[in-house]
């Protein structure tokens, strides 16, 4: 609309510029000629620019009480801003209570790092559980059954224990994406809304797939608990039948 106006005004000043004026033509002339154009620009082209001004102001009025109402919004940042005051605090201070209750040294240096929230600690975990746990006994201190049973379980305790700590870090990573959101949404500008939406939904995805690594250790360390039991039994009964062929060969004497 507004290129339409600037070439409509420019076709009516070079229309009175080509108009070819008499050689007799005097002051009079030219005053005629120019109270036309400015005629023509204060009624023509200047109630279409009313128009359009009105159309702008009726659109903004529109969008701020309707489409994106300026209290409302205001009224949500604030109510956000006092949620966030009041949890914060609570927040820090949960997050700030000492869990750790291992006295001796190893205990003590093990539960540190399975509570640093660090996962690159990982690679230190393994010689702190082995001098917590101890290792595996020899060959010749235990039958093959018994030290694979113990080898897989130390293996799936230690990826338990390494999957929990690297969870936690990724926790502590959702809070703070968590914290960064709810900023975002006191401080967002009307409009914004979906952006935000969809950041969350990209949180809430990270999350439920942290969840579900967790859960699938879990399910892990249920099997393995599950095959130990079966390994035992196993065992036993292998104990059984080799007692019975014992007894059978002394009664067959």
Same mark, same amino acid.
């Given at each position: 609309m507004n290129r339409f106006i600037k070439r409509r005004v420019l076709v009516l000043f070079l229309a009175?510029? !080509?108009? #070819?004026?008499?050689? @007799?033509?005097? +002051? *009079?002339? +030219?005053?005629?000629?120019? *109270?036309?154009?400015?005629?023509t620009l204060q009624n023509a082209i200047g109630t279409v620019l009313g128009g359009i001004q009105s159309i702008r102001t009726t659109i903004t009025q529109f969008e701020q009480q309707v489409v994106w109402p300026v209290a409302l919004i205001n009224e949500t940042k604030n109510e956000v801003a006092q949620v966030?005051?009041?949890?914060?605090?609570?927040? /820090?201070?949960i997050e700030t209570l000492p869990t750790?209750?291992?006295?001796?040294? %190893? #205990?003590?240096?093990?539960?540190? !790092?399975?509570r640093s929230q660090q996962a690159a600690n990982l690679p230190q975990i393994n010689s702190f559980y082995t001098q917590v746990f101890q290792t595996l006994p020899p060959a010749d201190q235990a039958t093959t059954t018994q030290r694979n049973l113990i080898d897989v379980d130390d293996a799936l305790a230690l990826g338990a224990l390494k999957t929990a700590t690297a969870s936690d870090q990724g926790s502590q990573q959702m809070l703070s994406i968590a914290d960064s959101l709810e900023q975002e949404a006191a401080?967002?500008? #009307?409009?914004?809304? #979906? +952006?935000?939406?969809?950041q969350t939904?990209?949180?809430? !995805?990270? @999350?439920?797939?942290?969840?579900?690594?967790?859960?699938?250790?879990?399910?892990?360390?249920e099997a393995a608990r599950l095959a130990h039991e079966n390994a035992l039994r196993k065992q036993s009964a292998d104990a %059984?039948?080799?007692? /019975? @062929? @014992?007894?059978?060969?002394?009664?067959s004497r």
């Open positions: 009175g510029l !080509l108009v #070819p004026v008499a050689a @007799n033509a005097g +002051i *009079t002339d +030219i005053i005629t000629l120019l *109270t036309t154009i400015s005629s966030r005051s009041q949890f914060s605090t609570l927040a /820090r201070q750790s209750s291992a006295s001796l040294a %190893n #205990p003590k240096q093990l539960e540190g !790092l399975l401080a967002s500008a #009307p409009g914004s809304a #979906p +952006i935000v939406t969809a939904a990209v949180a809430n !995805l990270q @999350n439920q797939a942290m969840l579900q690594r967790l859960l699938a250790a879990e399910l892990r360390q %059984n039948r080799t007692l /019975r @062929n @014992n007894l059978q060969q002394i009664l």
